[in-house]
């Protein structure tokens, strides 16, 4: 096959990022912030051979498009909640600055 073509579309690096919505090894948004975090951890540690951290660093990219793709999705939701007028400021009473805390202490 030729370069570029084949799996190297399929990938975390393909055009369309769907890969990273499908993944069914992220279980959740909290779980690939959690092993984002152990990735960049490792990698910062720089104790690894350079094939591991490649390996590391494309998973890390994998996890980041995902966490984006969340974060994403849900700032359009409530962009369609504050729409739809579902959401509301907080009352008045709520925040009231003479009871607020000034920073005397």
Known sequence: MP???GDDESGPKGPKGRHSEM???IKDFEAAIAELETIVRKLEEG???LESSLQ???RGVHLSRFCHARL???ERRI???NERGQTKP???GLVDDDDA???RG
Do not use: I
């Open 3 to 5: 370069p570029g073509s």
């Open 23 to 25: 993944d069914s090894t």
């Open 47 to 49: 104790d690894l051979p």
């Open 56 to 58: 590391l660093y494309e």
């Open 72 to 74: 994403e999705e849900a």
């Open 79 to 81: 962009e369609v909640l």
């Open 90 to 92: 907080a009352p008045p």
């Open 101 to 103: 805390p000034s920073g």
